[in-house]
């Protein structure tokens, strides 16, 4: 091991550590702030909440997005809501109850220091987002409604309709906006970061492509923030965006930044299943949708029937049956596996036999249908216009679908990654979801990490670290941008036979195929080879027309799925090495007599840290033990 | 499913750009817009010519970074859908399909059938904006917003900037995109202390990007993907008239040119 993982909890209680630190962290006084330059990677919750609030600090920020506008983050598609511990609804939530519910769903492998604060800060997120003029649901008498979600017994969801995510975002991105107006914040739109510059063992900036006129060029600054999101298009199908990548993080890598936890990957269980070779993305149907809608499958194998003609005795409400007291709100690694057990026992339904019912039938009647459409309407709608089907009158069909990334860059609880002053928020960093995300958890981690946690813990790194005076004329600074011109006019001289896309639909089935929602280890062994295969053959006979001094697509995405090709081999390297099963992470070997995950928490209750060891070369496996002081380890149940 | 497909092509912003003509085959109805743009792009790609630009992300119709007029008409024919949600089986098999970009003086072509739409930032940045830095808020329950209010707010704040309005509005305006924002803020009680700021902000920001002003025509509302009512505009014009009237203006200046950013100067609130 060579990478220093000290994660820096600050001591005392669980409960006061967050405050404690805040009191110790050192402040930089307003005239220095002036002074501070600091770049903000992504526009999304994190990205534009972080860069928003250092820029109303009085931080100079340069935020940079490669899509059109900071609006289009992909944030903006959450759908069902955020999490809090307002306990509004007098249903006996706390803090402690959000930070115990987030640590369990995360299979017990999240640190508890970064859960405590996210749940304890949630709550100012709420006020924060209301101040802004987010628009949540709310109650007759004007107070905010709440709704329940998945691995919680306590209604903690607040929503806006089936679009929290793009709510929480346009409040995000206004702030934002208001900074740029005020030039507290410098955005570089349809720009894309392709490395990071470490001098002196610090992160003094980044190497962009300005993806319109193809120039690189070079950013300067004093700490840099990576918010770049996950990395769940490895998988070519998923429901991230089609730019969603992981190239920010990846190049971090390959500069020193140790990667957590590769191996989690959140399969979401109610997604539209996949209809044709064609397809490009899978959508998602929110969680919420399992507070009213009922799962289930014929009980007898090969049922074509037409759904309304299953009399009730002849359906298998699987999750009610085998989680009783959670029902349809098991969490989602256990939902998404229960799916598919169902549908490898040959009673799938839908063309492929990959689906399963999602059946609002019983709601209808309980509630009428126009409630079900105030609640959910525009997610019924969406699923109409993608399928030609009313789900009104015909239930859903819905299978699991790569959704979200728990593992990133590995962060300490100032979330500053192994590079001093490279600090990394929101999907992009690993630190509190464990080996599974609950539920509306994402959007709360984001605003926190954003609003409330980075401008206070950059604020202490900039104080404690008095950074020389660099610019751009720096040799790191000339070398990482000569890197970058090479590589890209490599991937354009090689004119091979196959696209960026046929590449990337080959690495995304051998990932699901054997990476995905189970693994062991031959399949994994034999996805490696299948890897490091196709990337060979990728930097052969790969074909990216058009130039690089114009806006091409094309070459966007090849530099973007060359990543994904690297990043893919350690995911495997990583799930091959956790021989423990535990929350998103199913190793066939490791499982319970009823088929549950199986931990091993005498030898796996770490987080991996992976060290990039240099060209061709096996990475290197850092551990951070984890130490549970306030949560009592135990088998996650949901019966 | 077969089209035959004529779609703009234009190398960059300076270049000249014409029509060009393109085959679709083996089109699945299943298929959205986009993928079947997909499989032209991995055909031309295959062929050695230059696949065609267009802006497109989520693909589930909420970013909006995807546009295109569609036999001319904003996100093409099905109602209250964007482009990426628009699926082939809305089609005749055999069609002959036109897809060209966004037109408008505000946004300029980059690139075929990609525009630049940053003006809209830039009205959002006049204005469009409840001023709250972080960490100042009092309790989200102690603000009462009623139930109407909210989903009426809720009806316009779901507008997701992709300039559908502006394409289909025979004078290019963006009144129906700026209207959304000062609908959405100015419905709810924390919006109030800069409602008719706002106002003024915005649609003076709007004029300044050379977008043309607004005559009700209604196209915008029919080619809104989130079918967001042109009766915001009415309330973004009372807005601003109120603000003119009680505001610092002369009043002749709400009908002539306005030149100057109006948040330097103080705008008394008439309520």
Not at chain 1, 99 to 107: L, W
Not at chain 2, 174 to 199: D, N
Not at chain 2, 242 to 268: C, I, Y
Request: aromatic residues 8%; hydrophobic residues 35%.
């Amino acid at each position: 091991m060579t990478l220093q993982l000290d994660a820096r909890v600050p001591t005392g209680p669980l409960g006061d550590k967050w405050n404690k630190h805040r009191f110790e962290m050192k402040l930089v006084n307003p005239a220095n702030k002036r002074k501070s330059t600091i770049i903000v990677v992504g526009s999304g919750l994190a990205g534009a909440a972080g860069a928003a609030t250092m820029s109303e600090l009085g931080y100079k920020v340069k935020c940079f997005c490669f899509q059109d506008s900071p609006r289009r983050a992909h944030s903006i598609a959450a759908q069902g809501g955020i999490n809090a511990a307002k306990n509004y609804q007098n249903d006996g939530d706390s803090v402690y109850r959000l930070f115990y519910d987030t640590v369990k769903g995360g299979d017990f492998r999240s640190r508890e220091a970064n859960v405590y604060r996210l749940a304890e800060v949630s709550v100012n997120i709420i006020d924060q987002c209301v101040a802004q003029g987010v628009p949540f649901a709310r109650e007759y008498g004007g107070l905010l409604a709440n709704r329940s979600f998945g691995g919680a017994q306590v209604s903690r969801t607040f929503y806006a309709r089936g679009q929290t995510g793009q709510q929480l975002l346009l409040g995000a991105y206004q702030a934002l906006e208001r900074q740029i107006e005020r030039k507290g914040v410098t955005m570089y739109p349809r720009t894309e970061m392709l490395d990071l510059v470490v001098i002196d063992g610090k992160a003094r900036g980044i190497v962009t492509r300005n993806l319109v006129t193809g120039a690189i060029e070079s950013h300067v600054a004093d700490a840099v923030v990576l918010a770049s999101g996950g990395y769940g298009n490895v998988f070519f199908l998923s429901t991230n965006a089609q730019g969603s990548n992981a190239t920010a993080i990846w190049r971090a890598y390959k500069r020193g930044a140790g990667f957590a936890n590769p191996c989690y990957t959140q399969i979401h269980p109610t997604c539209i299943p996949v209809s044709g070779e064609y397809q490009s993305k899978l959508t998602l149907m929110s969680e919420s949708l399992r507070n009213d809608g009922r799962v289930w499958v014929p009980k007898k194998q090969g049922d074509k029937r037409d759904p309304r003609q299953i009399p009730e005795n002849e359906r298998d409400y699987y999750l009610e049956r085998k989680y009783p007291s959670f029902g349809n709100l098991a969490p989602r690694d256990i939902a998404s596996r229960a799916a598919k057990e169902v549908c490898d026992e040959g009673r799938g339904v839908g063309d492929s036999g990959l689906g399963v019912y999602l059946d609002f039938g019983d709601a209808i009647k309980r509630v009428g249908a126009d409630v079900i459409r105030e609640r959910y309407g525009n997610l019924f709608e969406m699923y109409q216009r993608i399928t030609n089907e009313n789900p009104y009158e015909v239930p859903m069909l819905i299978y699991p679908a790569v959704h979200y990334t728990m593992g990133g860059l590995w962060v300490d609880y100032n979330l500053m990654s192994t590079i001093e002053g490279l600090h990394v928020t929101g999907e992009a960093n690993f630190s509190d979801h464990g080996a599974n995300r609950l539920g509306a958890s994402a959007l709360m981690q984001g605003l926190a990490d954003g609003y409330f946690v980075i401008p206070n813990t950059v604020g202490d790194y900039l104080a404690s670290n008095k950074p020389e005076k660099v610019d751009a004329s720096h040799p790191e600074f000339k070398a990482a941008e000569e890197q970058v011109a090479q590589r890209t006019k490599k991937l354009l001289s090689i004119d091979g036979k196959r696209t960026v896309m046929s590449f990337h639909r080959e690495l995304g089935k051998i990932m699901w195929d054997y990476c995905g929602m189970a693994r062991n280890e031959a399949g994994l062994q034999k996805a490696l080879g299948l890897v490091r295969a196709l990337r060979g053959e990728y930097w052969r006979n790969v074909n990216v027309p058009g130039s690089d001094v114009e806006l091409n697509q094309a070459l966007e995405k090849a530099g973007r799925v060359a990543d994904f090709l690297e990043l893919g081999e350690l995911m495997i390297i990583d799930a091959l090495h956790r021989k423990e099963s535990c929350g998103g992470h199913f190793r066939e070997e490791s499982q319970t007599a009823d088929g549950e995950a199986l931990r091993d928490d005498e030898n796996f209750a770490y987080v991996a840290a992976w060290e990039y060891a240099g060209e061709g070369k096996p990475p290197i496996l850092n551990k951070e033990p984890l130490v549970f002081e306030n949560v009592k380890l135990s088998q996650r149940s949901y019966k | 499913m077969r089209f035959r497909l004529h779609v703009w092509r234009q190398s960059g912003p300076d270049q000249p750009g014409k029509m060009v003509q393109y085959e679709a085959t083996d089109v699945s109805p299943d298929m959205s817009f986009l993928e079947m743009l997909d499989v032209v792009n991995q055909g031309l790609t295959e062929r050695g010519e230059v696949p065609i630009a267009f802006d497109h992300d989520c693909r589930e119709g909420i970013c909006c970074s995807c546009s295109l007029m569609i036999n001319g008409i904003a996100h093409g024919p099905m109602k209250g859908t964007a482009t990426c949600q628009l699926h082939m089986r809305s089609f005749k098999d055999g069609a002959t399909i036109y897809i060209e970009p966004w037109r408008a003086r505000a946004f300029p072509v980059i690139k075929d059938l990609a525009v630049d739409r940053s003006a809209l930032d830039r009205i959002v940045q006049a204005g469009g904006f409840i001023t709250a830095p972080t960490g100042g808020a009092q309790d989200a329950n102690s603000i009462l917003v009623s139930k109407e209010s909210v989903d009426a707010a809720m009806d316009a704040a779901q507008c997701i900037g992709c300039g559908a309005c502006v394409a289909a509005c025979p004078n290019a305006s963006a009144s129906l995109f700026t209207a959304a924002k000062i609908t959405h803020l100015g419905l709810l009680p924390q919006g109030q202390p800069e409602r008719y700021r706002r106002a003024l902000s915005m649609v003076e920001q709007m004029d300044l990007e050379s977008f043309g002003s607004c005559t009700l025509h209604g196209e915008c509302q029919e080619a809104c993907p989130k079918e967001i009512s042109i009766d915001s505009i009415t309330r973004m014009n009372r807005d601003f008239i109120r603000a003119g009237v009680w505001g610092t203006r002369p009043w002749h200046w709400l009908f002539g040119v306005r030149l100057r950013r109006s948040d330097q100067l103080p705008v008394r609130s008439p309520d």
